[in-house]
């Protein structure tokens, strides 16, 4: 059973699609709607969405940015855009995003129910079991080994143990750069430590459909190179020109921890197999590159520490505080800071319209999916439970101390609109804010 979002400044196109699905007869659980941006990103935070349908022009936040905000928190969540503008710039955005599909309004039915039956459909391949899964790549994976020769060298050369071309040899490796990230994806591993084995011939296609998922998923939106490291790991070097990073318009490091926790959830998903993911920071040069390589090998050490997170990012952690690995009480001190400053910031800016995760995270000097896994770890509740709490108890003492109306309090609090004011608060106290008031 699947979530759905559907976001349109036009309530009777959200009522209308919503009505047409719930009638499909597919298999749908829930049918969200919103008519703004804004509204949209608390669903997506506060729900387990699937499927976002998103128009493209919609006020304050289009439907472009809507999709890179839910790329930043759920990777993994599928998207279908409608527009009124078969316009080819929108459309290369939204498939660059990952779009199932662009559908022009004025919408057909069938059209429409054919495009998520076959979004919902893809979503719907049950995980196989391990040994299934095993005799499924034997049969239908051949494998094709990449050129073990220079593969061979992009592992030394990561690893420090050949001595660092110069920038105007990197070429020979198909690495022009100037700007690098490392990450690592290490399959399977608590393996060493459960005693499990696979065999030779096995683990080469393992390996193999994992590194097939990476370049899938990087596609060619990236300019990246992924090949086999020893030791069941996957290792990536992306990078860029000096015109791609001079685009200060998208965050680079965002971008690598969304193509992170895409690795860990479709790897996950597909192969059934356990993997942690290491994200090094982006230095410029060649000669960086065996300590990038370095950095995404230690940020995957921290899994030791925190067995139920997968994905983490050499710079979330104060190396550079420490003469050597911090002990578990200085380690734990640095975390609370973590999760104090972030709430006092949450505490100071709640009311701030368009409060993301991703600036909570930027004051802290952390990525967001750091600072989101700490906050629920040390306090039980996400961070934007923890914004919603501190608006709905301030929204609830307004109403009953002020003669503010409806609209003045949802101002007040952060909500663009008093009708979405109104849903959240309806949800948190299972009352309507008029209700309290009388």
Known sequence: MYNILIVDDEPLICK????????????????????????????????????????IQMGAMNGIELMHQAKILKPWVQAIVISAHETFQYAQLAIKLGAKDYIIKPIKSEQFLDSVRSVLLHMDKPIPAEDELLSQLREHFHMETPGQHRTDRLNAVLSGEEAVLPDSE?????????????????????????????????????????????????????????????????????????????????????????????????????????CVVGISQILKGGAFLPALGEQARKAILWNRQHKDHHVFYYGDFKWSLFGEEPTEE?????????????????????????????????????????????????????????????????????????????????????????????????????????????
């Open 330 to 438: 200085e380690w734990t001190e640095q975390n609370n800071q973590i999760v104090e400053k972030a709430m006092a910031y949450i505490q100071q800016n709640y009311a701030q319209k368009g409060l993301t995760l991703h600036e909570v995270a930027q004051r802290n000097h952390v990525s967001p999916n750091y600072l989101s896994y700490l906050f629920k770890k040390n306090t039980g509740f996400n961070l934007w439970e923890y914004v919603i709490k501190l608006r709905m108890e301030e929204s609830k003492r307004l109403l009953q101390q002020t003669d503010l109306r409806r609209y003045e309090i949802a101002e007040r609090v952060g909500y663009e609109s008093p009708e979405h004011f109104s849903k959240i608060f309806k949800k948190y106290y299972g009352i309507t804010p008029s209700e309290l008031k009388k």
């Open 16 to 55: 209308g699609l919503s009505n047409l699905l719930q009638s499909s007869g597919l298999n749908i659980q829930d049918i969200y709607t919103a008519t703004s941006g804004h509204e949209a990103l608390d669903y997506l935070r506060m729900e387990n969405i699937d499927l976002l349908i998103t128009d």
């Open 170 to 274: 990197l070429g020979e490796l198909g690495l022009a750069g100037p700007y690098f990230a490392a990450i690592k994806v290490k399959l399977d591993p608590e393996r060493e430590q459960s005693g499990r084995r696979y065999g030779s011939e096995d683990e080469k296609l393992l390996q193999y459909a994992a590194l097939n998922i990476v370049n899938e998923l990087l596609g060619r939106d990236w300019h990246h190179d992924a090949f086999y490291t020893p030791s069941m790991e996957i290792s990536v070097v992306i990078q860029w020109d000096d015109e791609a990073f001079g685009d200060s318009s998208v965050d680079k490091m965002s971008q690598l921890e969304m193509i992170g926790r895409s690795l860990h959830h479709n790897i996950t998903k597909y192969l059934n197999l356990p």
